[in-house]
């Protein structure tokens, strides 16, 4: 079944205490990207990435670090993290034409305190 | 800068009354413009892909349709399982979603 898994689906931390939420897909997918979703602001893209050690930022990248060692795999690494960081997080890939659709994952709701 | 503004943000419905939502965009060299659903706490489900304008796209209750500058999600007769808050995204060198239009269908 072809799907994109985030983990964990849920964290509550406590500032500046480093996290990483992970992403893969099996798909084969040259392009994944993040998203932060806030009420009343949709989603905002943090980083993507075109393809292996190919990143970019995104709208919101501040406070925010990703890697793309592995095709499969964009974890996404929050150093220091803040409570404005508190939001829903989406991973996702697609082709790499970005012709076809986006397969989201379930999504971590991350809380900072 | 590529820009994609969905109205109305929110939209109530009684069951079988058809309406449009509207995905408005600017964006050079358009590869895509898609349709998802996304219900509370899960990811965005695709819908539709459109490609050039004059494209439409069906399924069940739902019509998309692609002018140059903007596309129509139509729902014709909406039950209360098509609430969800429906997301616009365009591609170019990347994705751009829009804030979203939240859909209540009241029984």
């Known amino acids: 079944e072809a799907q994109v898994t985030q983990n964990p689906r849920y964290l509550i931390t406590v500032t500046g205490k480093k996290l990483t939420v992970t992403c893969s897909q099996n798909?084969?997918?040259?392009?994944m990207s993040w998203y932060r979703q806030d009420p009343g602001l949709g989603l905002r893209q943090i980083y993507y990435?075109?393809?292996?050690?190919?990143?970019d930022k995104g709208d919101v990248p501040e406070g925010y670090k990703v890697s793309r060692k592995e095709k499969r795999n964009f974890p996404l690494i929050l150093e220091s993290p803040s409570p404005n960081q508190t939001s829903l997080y989406f991973c996702a890939s697609s082709n790499r034409d970005l012709n076809t659709e986006a397969f989201f994952g379930q999504g971590t709701r991350l809380t900072v305190v | 800068e590529d820009q994609v503004t969905q109205s109305p943000e929110a939209l109530r419905l009684q069951e079988g009354e058809s309406s449009s939502l509207n995905c408005s965009y600017t964006v050079s060299g358009l590869r895509g413009l898609f349709w998802y659903r996304q219900d509370p706490g899960k990811g965005p489900e695709f819908l539709f892909t459109?490609?050039?304008a004059g494209e439409e796209k069906e399924k069940e209750r739902l019509k998309a349709t692609l002018t140059k500058k903007e596309s129509f999600l139509h729902i014709t007769a909406p039950k209360p399982e098509d609430s969800a808050t429906y997301l616009c995204a365009v591609s170019n060198n990347d994705m751009r979603f829009g804030a979203g239009t939240r859909l209540t269908v009241k029984p």
């Open positions: 990435s075109m393809n292996v050690e190919v990143t």
């Open positions: 459109l490609y050039s």
């Open positions: 798909m084969n997918h040259e392009y």
